[in-house]
């Protein structure tokens, strides 16, 4: 009995833990993403470049038969926005829950993530090609050479969006 009590703690420990660091934007009202107006969360802030088009935090069409609520994307009826993802405290591993609703046009967009470490230092960009079918993708970036991940810089095409972030 007292081995399992001990055990159901850790457990429930270990998953109020892993629930603190996922961000899936349900708490927040739906708003617009300005340059020079940040939007701080708990564990890290939604930027736009300077020059970058505006991004929102908005209610996401159900493109796949999943439900997401509250999603950071463009704006309604822009083609592309840029936001960057500012972490208070470096990560090893930072996931990413990115919808690309279906797109016929030729060439296909890209969406596509930059990654960096401490510093402005770029790790690698990574390029998510659109389809005609759609698709729900997480991605797991981690940098190659064990470094913590610092922000994120992630330009959005054609109406695809995050779902939710989660990071460890």
């Keep these: 009995m007292h081995r399992q009590f001990h055990t159901a703690l850790a457990l429930a420990f270990v998953s109020s833990a892993a629930a603190q660091n996922v961000e899936d934007f349900d708490r927040l009202s739906p708003q617009p993403v300005r340059f020079g107006q940040p939007v701080v969360l708990d564990r890290f802030r939604i930027e736009i470049p300077a020059g970058g088009r505006d991004a929102a935090l908005r209610a996401a069409p159900v493109i796949d038969g999943l439900a997401s609520g509250v999603v950071l994307g463009t704006e309604e009826g822009q083609p592309s926005g840029t936001v960057f993802l500012y972490f208070d405290e470096p990560w090893k591993r930072v996931d990413l829950s990115i919808v690309l609703p279906p797109t016929h046009a030729m060439p296909a967009p890209e969406t596509a993530v930059l990654v960096y ?20 993708q997480r991605v797991g970036l981690a940098s190659p050479q064990g470094r913590p991940i610092r922000k994120l810089m992630i330009l959005l095409r054609d109406g695809a969006y995050i779902d939710n972030v989660e990071w460890r």
């Design 117 to 136: 470490g401490d510093g402005d230092d770029h790790a690698w960009t990574i390029g998510l090609r659109h389809s005609e079918a759609g698709l729900r």
